[in-house]
């Protein structure tokens, strides 16, 4: 009996979160599953675990993906598990480490925008023709310019907003490589780290936020969305999938938590 070739997708940051919902929504629609880490090892193995067990092949690869010397030893890899890739997902960010960032000032660019770029173009070598790439951003960062954002996050939403557009100004190559980019941006994400730390700079946003819309999407959400996003043939390069509420119902929600910072 032949072997069916499965597609083979590789998601940066999926030891948790929106990573690992990602990771296990592919592998239910079955695609063989890379899945990169920074320093969460056992979370990364607990993810592979899962995938393993509907019957996927996936493997975890550890990975600083600001560090260059990182990312070659993650494709040598890569490339010895898989000769090709048909989806990445560009989910790994950062900012909000305060560590990081007090060490270095440029470290929310530098993940959110170069890292992603270099990235690419490390993939691009091995992506198959017809594949997809897929950058996941917040509301905040995909709006970022046309609203208030929280002094908190705006490193992050700068830094994400400019990565967003440094790989849009590539799509007209990538489409003559045959690869499509597709940019997911994900509402106020229950449960996930981020929320959490807004409220605590600004209490009573995901109140606000549940009020307008009603229940927030969570990282399991996010990660359905991605998936159905990455076999959704219809959908062309350069196309915004919204996950949670309307964007501009998230204008309203900047406007007024801006009112209640001049209170």
């Known amino acids: 009996m032949a072997t069916i070739e499965r597609p083979v997708a590789l998601v940066t940051g999926g030891s ?7 990771a296990l929504a592919l592998a239910k629609r079955g695609y063989a599953v890379a ?37 070659d030893q993650l494709f040598s890899g890569l490339k010895a598990w ?37 990235f690419v173009e490390k993939a691009l070598p091995i992506m198959a023709q017809n594949s997809t790439i897929i950058f996941v951003t917040s509301h905040w960062a995909h709006l970022y310019g046309q609203i208030v954002n929280l002094p908190a996050y705006a490193p992050v939403a700068a830094s994400k907003h400019a990565g967003e557009q440094a790989l849009r100004a590539r799509q007209e190559e ?17 449960g996930t780290i981020t929320p959490k730390l807004l409220e605590r700079t600004a209490p009573g946003l995901l109140k606000l ?17 991605i998936a ?24 309203s929600l900047s406007d007024n938590k801006a009112q209640d910072g001049e209170k």
């Open 16 to 22: 948790r979160g929106i990573g690992a919902a990602t």
């Open 35 to 71: 899945i990169t880490y920074r320093n969460k090892a056992a979370r990364a193995e607990e993810v592979i675990a899962e995938v393993t067990t509907l019957g996927m092949r996936a493997t975890t690869i550890a990975c600083d993906i600001t560090n260059a010397e990182d990312v």
């Open 82 to 118: 898989s000769d090709h890739l048909n989806l990445l997902v560009l989910n790994a960010s950062g900012g909000l480490e305060r560590d990081l960032v007090a060490e270095d000032s440029s470290y929310p660019m530098r993940i959110n925008r170069d890292a992603q770029v270099a």
């Open 174 to 190: 990538l489409a003559q490589r045959h690869i499509r980019l597709l940019v997911i941006t994900g509402d106020l994400i229950e």
């Open 209 to 225: 936020r549940r009020e307008a819309i009603g229940q927030l999407p969570s990282a399991t959400d996010m990660g359905e969305a």
């Open 228 to 251: 159905e996003a990455a076999i959704n043939p219809l959908l062309p390069g350069g196309s915004t999938i919204v996950v949670g509420g309307s964007l501009d119902s998230f204008v």
